[in-house]
């Protein structure tokens, strides 16, 4: 992934002194997500995500992060269709919270909440719910977004710290996937690491046990069953028939290459 904010334009700190007026109307359109093929998980999403969509870990060699693989090309959603809707059975909490999202001080210690002023639904005409009262008080509503943010942020530190069990372990592989059509057409994706399962194998018991008791061993399980969606994901691509997918590994030279997702 290029950006953890993706669809975001225009991140604004909220204020007061700025949003006085300031009203949001959401929910009734995901056509802002619908030209990302992957949005960031947290751990606690996978039993939820696992259902719908493949889930990887995406990155670099020092950091990565589960991601729900959302289309075969870089620009491309098949879980949204042209009227805006959400037709997955699943929608990842980073694709919620928008148009919010948690930016931090130059410190790195405090968060500041933003509001992508370019989203459609920011308004000054009351439409929606207002973000501060008549006298300038945090509204209820607003309340309840920065208590969802703290919570998934929360959720992202513990997602962290099951990708750096991952990361020491030396689990994850570069994989590629591979989907072939039968109007003819073959595509691929790559920029992405999966659960070497001959290695997942191999961990001890003392270490099994750990990741028993911090849930991890249950999201390694999910991340690995997930990744049959690849399949059904060619039943949503505009070709004549059905194909099907397969995981590969990648070519050797292609192992280091940039993540594409």
């Not at 959401?26 to 996978?46: D, H």
């Not at 009351?126 to 509503?141: I, M």
């Not at 004549?240 to 290459?257: F, L, R, W, Y």
Request: with cysteine; aromatic share 10%.
């Amino acid at each position: 992934m290029a950006t953890q904010l993706l669809f975001y334009t225009k991140a604004t700190p909220v204020s007061q002194e700025k949003h006085a007026n300031t009203s949001l109307k959401a929910g009734e359109t995901y056509s802002y997500a619908k030209n990302v093929n992957s949005v960031p998980l947290t751990a606690v999403e996978f039993s939820a995500a696992a259902a719908h969509y493949p889930i990887v870990f995406a990155g670099n060699e020092d950091v990565v992060m589960p991601s729900a693989i959302l289309g075969s090309r870089e620009d491309e959603n098949l879980f949204v269709d042209d009227d805006g809707h959400w037709t997955g059975g699943y929608i990842p909490a980073f694709v919620r919270r928008y148009p919010f999202v948690f930016s931090t001080d130059s410190t790195g210690k405090q968060f500041i909440l933003n509001i992508d002023e370019g989203f459609e639904g920011v308004n000054t005409d009351g439409r929606g719910e207002r973000l501060f009262d008549s006298d300038g008080e945090q509204t209820q509503y607003l309340k309840n977004v920065l208590s969802f943010l703290q919570e998934y942020q929360a959720h992202f530190r513990r997602t962290q710290a099951f990708c750096k069990r991952l990361k020491s372990l030396d689990l994850l592989q570069p994989m590629q996937a591979r989907f072939n059509l039968v109007g003819g057409e073959a595509r691929s994706l790559s920029g992405f690491q999966v659960i070497d399962r001959e290695r997942f194998k191999k961990i001890d018991a003392d270490t099994l046990a750990q990741m028993f008791n911090t849930d991890e061993l249950e999201c390694a399980y999910l991340h690995l069953h997930s990744l049959r969606h690849f399949n059904s994901m060619v039943g949503r691509m505009a070709v004549p028939d059905m194909g099907d997918a397969d995981t590969a590994p990648p070519a050797k030279e292609q192992k280091d290459a940039k993540a594409k997702i």
